[in-house]
């Protein structure tokens, strides 16, 4: 059975563990948090989440993780068989990693944990976030989905990277990216209602308390 490591706040695990559930996969979950212990690193090699437990060993980072199921695994498919098609689907997903999560991340600790973040990280974040919004605004096809008519693993990145992204905007610029892009904000509404996204929010809430804590243990 594939066992797919890491915790649930994560939105990287849980980009991987939407794609198990919506190709109807079977599971299981392990729980691991990032480290450099030689345990933790016999699995991951730089220590980070999450990673694929296969039979053959460990597979690690989010995009080769979800290009790996979609190659190994039967189930709904999370990508266009169209090359083209498929290429803007990952390019989607890549953009919104690059341009979106990543920036937005350099201001988690200030925008959720009660940290302080160097201005002038804050001003480089708000300037990639503008840019990679607007980016967004002009590859995105919203028809309904990111990539197109059907979900794929663009739409992964964009549920669990762009909210994320929107509360930073909004708390430390006072910024709503998604204001002129009412196609993206119902995206999020009608992902919010599908089953398999609901379990994973519920799974996500009740091992908060957990994770916060253990945050807050480190400061």
Known sequence: MLKLYGFCVSNYYNMVKLALLEKGLSFEEVPFYPGTSPEALAISPRGKVPVLGVEQGFVNETSVILEYLEQSQKGTPLLPSEPFERAQALALAKEIELYIELPARACYPEAFFGMSVPEAIKDKTKAELLLGF????????FAPYVAGDRLSIADLYFLYS??????????????????EMPAAKALLERLGQNPNVQRIAADKDASMPAFLAMIASKK
């Open 134 to 141: 607007a980016s967004l605004g002009r590859h995105g096809k």
């Open 162 to 179: 762009v909210p994320m992204a929107c509360a930073v905007a909004q708390k430390l610029f006072d910024i709503d990216p998604l204001a």
